[in-house]
C-alpha cells in the first residue's frame, strides 16, 4: 500500500465535476465541519464511565479507584490531518494519565502519542509524546504547556503524511518526525492506525517517579473532548481513500511554522531524547542528526 494508490481518488479541475464530487463525496463536506462523537468514536471500556453527550458533540472519560475508561475511533487512517480538542483533569490530577494517539495493530506496529501526565494544584502538566516506527520508539520529548490545559479547551492535531508527522498544540508546531528512510530510520507510512484515547490511573511511576499518589477523595476524574476533525484517509478493504482536497499531504513546515516549532522547543520542551547523553552513551539514534 504506497501512496500511488491512495491517490485513487483524483481530484477533479472542472467546476461540475467538483459539484459533483461535493455531492457524492461526503469526506469533502464533512471535513470542514466537526464530527459527531458517536459516529466516528465508540466507547471501548471502563464500563460506562466514558460518555457520548449533547448529541454527540462531547466525549467524557471519567476514571475512579475501580477502572479508568477510554475510546477508539470506528475509522483507521492512513495519512490525515487530525485534530482533536481537550480539556484535561482539573485541580489535583497527579497520578492520573490522559493519553490521546494513533496506533496500528501487530506487533511492528507505528503509533504517533500524546500523553498528558497531571499533576498536583497549581504545578504544571507534563505533554510526554512519542513515535513509534515498526515496533521501535524510545523516541521521547516532552513539553510544558504556555497555557492551563484544564482551564479549557485546546486542540492538539496530528498532520501525517508520506513525508513527515507535525504534533501541534493550537495550531503552533511542537514536534516534528521526519521521514528519513534515506539514513535508514523506518517511517510510518504504510500501516494504518486507529485512534485511541483513555484515562488511567498511573500513580506507580507517573508523577514524580510515582512519589505522589493520586489522591482517591477526588474521584471521579474527567477529561472532556469536542470538535473533532479528520481531514484523512480511511482505510477500508485492504486501502485508503482520501478526500478530494488533500494539500497536507504533501505540506511540510514553512518558514513561520519552523519559528513557532523553534520558540516551543526553546520555551518549553523539558525533555528530549536526542540530547539524553546518559540515555546514549554510545551515540544518538541517527534521526537525531536531522530531527530535533
Ligand atoms: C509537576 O510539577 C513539578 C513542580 O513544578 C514538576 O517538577 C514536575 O515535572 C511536574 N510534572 C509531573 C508530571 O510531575
Given at each position: 500500500m504506497g501512496s500511488e494508490s491512495m491517490a485513487s481518488y483524483k481530484s477533479s479541475t472542472g467546476i461540475l465535476n467538483f459539484l459533483l464530487i461535493s455531492l457524492l463525496d461526503s469526506s469533502l463536506i464533512v471535513s470542514c465541519i466537526a464530527s459527531k462523537f458517536n459516529q466516528e468514536f465508540d466507547?471501548?471500556?471502563?464500563n460506562g464511565r466514558g460518555k457520548i453527550l449533547n448529541n454527540g458533540d462531547l466525549l467524557t472519560l471519567s476514571l475512579d479507584k475501580t477502572s479508568g475508561s477510554g475510546f477508539q475511533s470506528k475509522n483507521e487512517y492512513l495519512f490525515g490531518k487530525i485534530d482533536m480538542q481537550l480539556k484535561l483533569v482539573p485541580g489535583?490530577?497527579?497520578g492520573t494519565v490522559t493519553t490521546y494517539y494513533l496506533k496500528s495493530p501487530g506487533n511492528s506496529w507505528d503509533e504517533m502519542d500524546f500523553e498528558f501526565l497531571g499533576n498536583l494544584s497549581g504545578d504544571p502538566y507534563t505533554l510526554h509524546t512519542n513515535v513509534y516506527s515498526q515496533g521501535k520508539g524510545d523516541r521521547e520529548q516532552q513539553f510544558r504547556l504556555w497555557?492551563?490545559?484544564?482551564a479549557d479547551f485546546h486542540t492538539y492535531s496530528i498532520l501525517w503524511n508520506p513525508k513527515l508527522i507535525i504534533f501541534s498544540v493550537d495550531g503552533k508546531p511542537i514536534r516534528e518526525f521526519k521521514n528519513l528512510e534515506s539514513i535508514g530510520v523506518p517511517f510510518p507510512k504504510k500501516q494504518q492506525m486507529r485512534i485511541y484515547s483513555s484515562l488511567w490511573n498511573a500513580d506507580d511511576w507517573a508523577t514524580r517517579g510515582g512519589l505522589i499518589k493520586t489522591?482517591?477523595?477526588?474521584?471521579p476524574f474527567t477529561a472532556s473532548y469536542r470538535n473533532f476533525k479528520a481531514d484523512a484517509c480511511i482505510w477500508s478493504s485492504g486501502r485508503a481513500a482520501c478526500p478530494?482536497?488533500?494539500?497536507?499531504?504533501w505540506q511540510k513546515l514553512d518558514a513561520t511554522s519552523f519559528q513557532r516549532l523553534k520558540w516551543v522547543q526553546k520555551n518549553?520542551?523539558?525533555?528530549?531524547y536526542c540530547t539524553d547523553t546518559k540515555r546514549f552513551p554510545l551515540g544518538f539514534p541517527p534521526e537525531c542528526s536531522v530531527n530535533m
Open positions: 466507547i471501548s471500556w471502563g489535583n490530577s497527579a497555557f492551563d490545559p484544564t489522591d482517591w477523595t477526588r474521584a478530494s482536497r488533500k494539500s497536507w499531504l518549553f520542551m523539558i525533555y528530549n
